[in-house]
């Protein structure tokens, strides 16, 4: 459900309606969705932390804390010593980078492999490996299972990308429990996209981020995995329809007992160092040769981010419908933070691209997930929330854009 009211960030222009961590195990229909949080200012929680990173984070304290947790856990015998999971993104590329060449770490990286590869996310990934350097593990998880899952998490929370999101966070923990590896490296703290976490969180199981749905370690709570959902379905009716309950394997969490026993260690790397977005590309491009798309995104102004997945585009194009929060809106908020788009740069961007359907994987899209473009358009209107949007002359419209709700606030407020 909508919030009391739509209001837009101050700062960033980003709404309140944007969704942060939900337990996916348990994600419906009905679910509601923590939001991210605003203060009494209308500013919103990731801007919040940005100002601490800009203005209060001591980095060089912060990187001796890295640089001890390299030195308690770097192996020395030829053995790896952490586990940096991507797939030739410039986060990746510039974790993976940092730790291994200037902290002289050996790490492993790992791969749950996207749905379908872009051919500009293909070759990232391979010059990430071969120009970068790296041993690398892919994982390529049952299409079949996979497509289905998709489908029905398309059908039933409009949220395409569930079963990507969840498969690989939960991969990359049992994958460094099988090889006993225990430290594993992520890239930016949530906090930087407005998770409610604390600018103190370095690690996602550590106290500050308990209080967040989707953070926990034993997402199931001991239930039977059956009774859980994937893609918004019981694991039980996908069986009554003759699935098999390994089918899932790839999707279930790993046990809570055995991440405790291995006492295995999850950083974000965010949390030790600076993360500035467009510094990795750049670091990208000079490292390994990182190409950004030959055309602009979908639904936004860039070409160097999300760019490996031909499901990407979809996955905004749902957010938007469900919360009204674009690509263009997230892209452009955080560039504001990082100062390298003004607030009015970032409207114009979000009058003009925010919301564009993605057109140039629509048919790979509709035909992965078996629908035609009329179901598909029909299950989005399903998905339009009233608090959200409004039809007018046969077209949906939101209720409050981010134009209007700035412009109302100036005549209100007479500035
Ligand atoms: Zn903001």
């Keep these: 459900m909508a ?75 030829g053995s790896y010593d952490c586990i940096v999971s991507g797939s030739g993104g410039k986060d990746s590329i510039y974790a993976s980078w940092i730790l291994k060449y200037k902290y002289k770490m050996n790490p492993l990286t790992i791969t749950w492999a996207p749905h379908l590869y872009t051919d500009v996310g293909k070759e990232n990934m391979d010059r990430w490996i071969s120009n970068g350097g790296f041993d690398n593990f892919l994982f390529t998880p049952n299409p079949i299972v996979h497509r289905k899952i998709t489908r029905e998490a398309t059908l039933n929370i409009l949220h395409p990308f569930q079963p990507f999101i969840l498969g690989q966070k939960h991969f990359v923990i049992k994958f460094a429990l099988k090889m006993n590896i225990p430290l594993i ?43 859980c959902y994937l893609g918004g379905k019981q694991v039980g009716d996908y069986l009554n329809e003759g699935f098999k309950l390994e089918d899932f394997t790839s999707y279930r969490p790993a046990g809570y007992d ?26 990208s491009v000079d490292k390994t040769n990182f190409i950004p798309a030959n055309y602009r995104l979908d639904g936004t102004f860039q070409k160097y981010a999300s760019l490996d997945d031909k499901l990407d585009g979809f996955f905004f194009y749902t957010r938007f419908i469900k919360f009204g929060v674009g690509r263009a809106m997230m892209d452009s908020a955080q560039e504001i933070r990082n100062g390298f788009l003004t607030k009015e740069e970032g409207l114009r961007l979000i009058n003009k691209y ?32 009233k608090e959200i949007w409004h039809k007018k002359n046969g077209k949906w419209k939101l209720n409050m854009s981010c134009q209007k709700y700035f412009e109302n606030y100036v005549k209100k407020n007479n500035c």
């Design 3 to 77: 919030k009391e009211s739509i209001i837009y960030c101050h700062k960033c222009n980003l709404s309140n309606q944007q969704p942060t961590s939900i337990n996916e195990y348990f994600h419906t229909y009905n679910s509601k969705q923590q939001s991210v949080k605003f203060n009494e200012k209308n500013i919103c929680a990731a801007c919040e932390y940005n100002d601490k990173k800009y203005n209060y984070i001591n980095w060089n304290e912060r990187e001796k804390e890295l640089i001890e947790i390299v030195n308690k856990n770097k192996k020395n015998n």
């Design 258 to 283: 055995e991440i405790n026993e291995k006492k295995l260690k999850k950083y974000y790397l965010g949390y030790f160092l600076k993360w500035i977005p467009q510094n990795n590309y750049y670091f």
């Design 354 to 385: 925010d919301g564009e359907y993605p057109k140039t994987y629509e048919k790979e899209f509709l035909n992965y997930i078996s629908m035609s473009k009329e179901e598909f358009n029909k299950l989005c209107d399903k998905f339009r929330k």
């Design 185 to 227: 490296f992520y890239g930016e703290s949530p906090a930087d996209y407005g998770k409610n976490v604390g600018h103190k969180s370095k690690s996602f199981d550590d106290k500050h981020s308990k209080n967040q749905q989707g953070y926990s370690l034993d997402p199931i709570e001991g239930k039977d995995f059956r009774d």
